[in-house]
């Protein structure tokens, strides 16, 4: 199983990120990697919707994806926010689709974009990056 890494930024606190395979359960160690910044941080109070917006970036990464593996990212953006993303190497943007009532799926972003205080995809060369801001009290 890969590890987890941590690096120091030279213009704040350090970022964790982890490459997994292309699989949906990739989502259990993504949701780990989360949380255990989100507690080193002292923001334990966003471990809830942490878990429940790097499950769906990553859902949608497994599904979209072009290549065997994804990265996940979790870094501070301030003290307060803290951005979870998932770099993939597909350049097809997320479409945030409203599900009728019988579908099973559909609602990941807009689940997403209701805890996240912002979040949006960042797009290049070799893929894109989907990230979400998350907002701690204080």
């Not at 109070?45 to 769906?56: K, W």
């Amino acid at each position: 199983m890969p590890q987890a890494t941590t690096r120091a930024r030279p213009t704040g606190p350090p970022g964790y990120s982890q490459t997994l395979p292309r699989k949906p359960e990739s989502a259990a160690p993504a949701r780990r990697l989360t949380d255990a910044a989100l507690c080193c941080w002292g923001l334990g109070e966003l471990a809830d919707d942490g878990a429940l917006v790097v499950s769906e970036l990553v859902a949608n990464a497994v599904q979209y994806a072009r290549r065997e593996s994804i990265r996940v990212v979790v870094e501070r953006v301030s003290e307060r926010t803290v951005r979870v993303a998932v770099t993939d190497f597909s350049r097809e943007l997320p479409v945030v689709c409203r599900a009728g009532d019988g579908d099973e799926g559909g609602r990941g972003l807009l689940l997403v974009a209701a805890l996240a205080s912002d979040w949006g995809t960042d797009t290049h060369r070799w893929g894109k990056v989907v990230w979400a801001d998350l907002e701690g009290r204080g």
